[in-house]
């Protein structure tokens, strides 16, 4: 059957990598918004024939950036699956890198809401094929959907990239003990002996404020602090400071999806990171390493 990819507004570079990856056509999209605020998107196509009764890949992230929030990118998605489904395609895949809302997966107060699975239930409703998500918040969530549903892990692309900028003597660190599961495993892919330590981490329910606390064995050591999300950098950056109070020699900042919200950026470099990784699942300037082979080896 034949395929195309509709590439989404958020992930221009990576859809198009991943069609080329696949040998198969690509479509962009038009969009803009109305002055009072709604979303417009059309497929840029002339002839909606063409993707009758065929595949369709829609590749689309969900972060928010200097353009869009993230439920403008939500309401993009939505646009998209709608279209190709009122042509009458035969099959949707979606590839949605970063979900968002998927990090309010659980109720801390009192009248909160489970997100994550409204969201989840949502795209239940457009009735698609297959999603492929990287690194989500909470792999469990997935369960809500109907369809196929692939986590898609990219700890090995970037442990690759780390090796290949000379680091050696590395420690890997979880920003918290929650995390410690994810670091282990992140670990393996430095070798078999790699070390992991993880600080205490607290944080206030209501505020959202950070307290961190902990003293490793890090002297000379090259440190890579490794987290799913990193967004205003708050606690990058209060895990990086106590890794160079802690003697480490270059830090590196890794993370899936680096929004780089405020002023992450200063936030994390002013603390001591040497360097700030993230993959292509944000479209942003510390996406140093690229979905779109791992992606694609999924789609194949």
Do not use: W
């Not at 708050?234 to 830090?251: C, F, L, V």
């Not at 979905?291 to 694609?296: E, F, G, K, P, Q």
Request: with cysteine.
């Amino acid at each position: 059957m034949q395929k195309y990819l509709i590439v989404g507004p958020a992930s221009q570079m990576l859809g198009v990598k991943i069609a080329n990856k696949l040998s198969i056509p690509h479509i962009n999209t038009e969009f803009k918004r109305f002055p009072d605020g709604e979303n417009y998107l059309r497929l840029n196509l002339e002839d909606e024939t063409i993707l009758e009764g065929k595949e369709i890949i829609i590749v689309q992230s969900t972060g928010p950036s200097a353009s869009r929030d993230q439920n403008a990118r939500l309401i993009e998605l939505f646009i998209m699956i709608d279209a190709v489904k009122r042509i009458g395609v035969a099959k949707i895949i979606l590839v949605v890198p970063y979900l968002a809302y998927t990090r309010q997966d659980k109720i801390f107060r009192p009248g909160e809401s489970e997100f994550a699975k409204v969201v989840l239930q949502m795209i239940n409703s457009m009735e698609i094929d297959e999603l492929f998500v990287v690194d989500i918040h909470n792999p469990a969530v997935l369960e809500e959907l109907t369809c196929k549903a692939v986590n898609i892990d990219s700890m090995k692309i970037l442990a690759d990239y780390i090796k290949s900028l000379g680091a050696k003597d590395i420690v890997v660190v979880s920003p918290d003990k929650g995390a410690i599961e994810r670091s282990k495993a992140f670990a393996k892919h430095f070798g078999e002996d790699v070390p992991v330590d993880f600080f205490e981490k607290k944080r206030d329910v209501k505020t959202g404020d950070i307290t961190m606390s902990g003293k490793l064995s890090l002297k000379n050591k090259d440190v890579v602090i490794a987290d799913d999300i990193i967004a205003t950098g708050g606690t990058m950056s209060k895990a990086i400071k106590i890794a160079k109070d802690s003697g480490a020699n270059k830090i590196y900042a890794a993370a899936t999806h680096a929004l780089m919200l405020q002023n992450a950026k200063y936030r994390i470099l002013a603390a001591g990171g040497d360097e700030i990784i993230g993959t292509d699942s944000i479209d942003n300037e510390v996406s140093k390493v690229s979905l779109a082979n791992v992606i694609s080896d999924y789609l194949k």
